[in-house]
């Protein structure tokens, strides 16, 4: 079956940065597109970024030219470098794949930004 477990979330200031991964199996992973959600408390869960089969990225404009979206076939493992880290970046940063018509997701891994 299909799993996604989340790593890497964590509690840092303002500025700083962190890598979250996501370790992907069950599903032919090199061909699928990876994305990253958020959610803040009390807030609907929203669009962070988004890798392709052929490593083309998406971001939202919240995070776009702070943030960097990878992947590594080799390990099923897509990554989320998140730099220059603000208060309203935390969330849990849940992993997504749509694979077969249906939506997967991981547990989800809380990263908190300080001010």
């Known amino acids: 079956q299909v799993q996604l477990v989340e790593s890497g979330g964590a509690l840092v200031q303002t500025g700083e940065s962190l890598r979250l991964s996501c370790a992907a199996s069950?599903?032919?992973?090199?061909?699928?597109?990876m994305s990253w959600y958020r959610q803040a408390a009390g807030r609907e869960r929203e669009f962070v970024s988004r890798?392709?089969?052929?490593?083309?990225?998406e971001y939202s404009d919240s995070v776009k030219g702070r943030f960097a979206v990878g992947r590594d076939n080799a390990v099923n493992t897509v990554y989320l470098q998140m730099n220059n880290l603000k208060p309203y970046d935390t969330a849990v940063y849940y992993c997504?794949?749509?694979?077969?018509?249906?939506?997967?997701w991981g547990q989800g891994t809380q990263v908190t930004v300080s001010s």
């Open positions: 069950g599903f032919p992973f090199g061909g699928y597109a």
């Open positions: 890798i392709g089969p052929q490593r083309f990225a």
């Open positions: 997504n794949v749509g694979y077969r018509g249906r939506a997967y």
